[in-house]
């Protein structure tokens, strides 16, 4: 998947969430950051936006480093993983940092421990 530039991540934060788009903030848990990576690997693909709220207002993350870490776990737990696959990186966003993480669509089924997810629109 191609990076988003600010304005793209703006772009995508007044659209709000769909099937392929999720608001988090920083203190999202690892098994919940895994199981929103699996659902979107067994969909289309999607992106992940950390440091926006449910109403697409950019507050930023404070941690970035720690939160790319958690992402990068996360997808490792996936089954089979989903590491290699995960692009996650940062942007500055109006001053505010926004941690991205994004997959394509892959082939084949994945899990999150027992649990088989998929997204709904």
């Excluded at 007044?14 to 392929?20: E, F, H, I, L, M």
């Amino acid at each position: 998947m191609p990076a988003y530039p600010a304005t793209g991540i703006e772009a995508l934060a007044r659209a709000g969430d769909s099937k392929t788009v999720e608001f988090k903030l920083e203190n999202e848990n690892q098994p919940d950051i895994a199981e929103l990576l699996a659902a979107f690997a067994n969909a289309s693909g999607g992106v992940t936006l950390f440091g926006i709220t449910d109403d697409g207002i950019v507050v930023g993350v404070s941690r970035s480093n720690q939160l790319t870490g958690r992402i990068r776990a996360a997808a490792r737990s996936c089954r089979p993983s989903l590491d290699e696959a995960l692009s996650v990186y940062t942007v500055s966003v109006n001053g505010k940092q926004v941690v991205v993480a994004a997959l394509p669509r892959l082939d084949g089924a994945r899990r999150q421990g027992e649990v088989h997810s998929v997204r709904d629109a």
